[in-house]
């Protein structure tokens, strides 16, 4: 059983940055696989980013390659998402999201059974 909780988001300018956290709240000792997914007003929610246990192996869409970084602290149970350069078309509200394993043998963007509450980041021009 998992619960996370995610904080860090605002309003920001076009060009500026933001760091989001989500906290995770674990019963028993598994390893899971962390991802932060966005959903804007009108759309499908996406994929963002996501990252392995150990934090060697990150994926990235391609909209946000080279702007966000995500990182982890297995210790804190943390996983943190770097947003630099944001721009408008980044305003969503950033969802947390895990599932259990140690390395992504299928599609990282597939099969999370754990979400956050959400929040929201909004980016002006």
């Known amino acids: 059983q998992v619960q996370l909780v995610e904080s860090g988001g605002g309003l920001v300018q076009a060009g500026g940055s933001l760091r989001l956290s989500c906290a995770a709240s674990?019963?028993?000792?598994?390893?899971?696989?962390m991802a932060w997914f966005r959903q804007a007003p009108g759309q499908e929610r996406e994929f963002v980013s996501a990252?392995?246990?150990?934090?060697?192996?990150?994926y990235y869409t391609d909209s946000v390659k080279g702007r966000f970084t995500i990182s982890r602290v297995n210790a804190e149970n943390t996983v943190d998402l770097q947003m630099n350069s944001l721009k408008p078309e980044d305003t969503a509200v950033y969802y947390c999201?895990?599932?259990?394993?140690?390395?992504?043998?299928?599609?990282?963007?597939?099969?999370?059974?754990?979400w956050g509450q959400g929040t929201q980041v909004t980016v002006s021009s």
């Open positions: 990252i392995n246990w150990s934090g060697n192996n990150r």
């Open positions: 999201a895990a599932r259990a394993g140690a390395d992504f043998y299928n599609d990282p963007k597939k099969g999370y059974d754990y």
């Open positions: 674990v019963r028993g000792s598994y390893k899971f696989l």
